[in-house]
Nanobody, 115 residues
Framework: QVQLVESGGGSVQAGGSLTLSCVAS????????MGWYRQAPGKERELVAS???????NYLDSVKGRFTVSRDNAKNTAYMQMNNLKPEDTGVYYC?????????WGQGTQVTVSS
């Protein structure tokens, strides 16, 4: 069973930075993708960033240049560095791991950015 444990959320003022971490355990796979979705109140969940096992990345247009996703395969951990945070980045951030078509989720961590 795949488990994902997130950490690193919090409250910051606009322009601040946070780093999210996601530690994966359970199913071992040499082919997977990890990343984060976020969900703001009253809005649908949206994909923020993803990274493949070999380091290929993808970003939501609104976070390009501000967020950086990375991973340490030896530690089964993904990271997302979030800089120059904006109030519209506020939401619950969910780590995910995609293995052979199955998506697994972390518990979510709250990010609140005040103006």
């Amino acid at each position: 069973q795949v488990q994902l444990v997130e950490s690193g959320g919090g409250s910051v003022q606009a322009g601040g930075s946070l780093t999210l971490s996601c530690v994966a355990s359970g199913v071992r796979s040499s082919i997977d993708t990890m990343g984060w979705y976020r969900q703001a109140p009253g809005k649908e969940r949206e994909l923020v960033a993803s990274i493949t096992i070999d380091g290929g990345t993808n970003y939501l247009d609104s976070v390009k240049g501000r967020f950086t996703v990375s991973r340490d395969n030896a530690k089964n951990t993904a990271y997302m560095q979030m800089n120059n945070l904006k109030p519209e980045d506020t939401g619950v951030y969910y780590c995910y791991r995609l293995i052979r078509g199955a998506k697994y989720w972390g518990q979510g961590t709250q990010v609140t950015v005040s103006s």
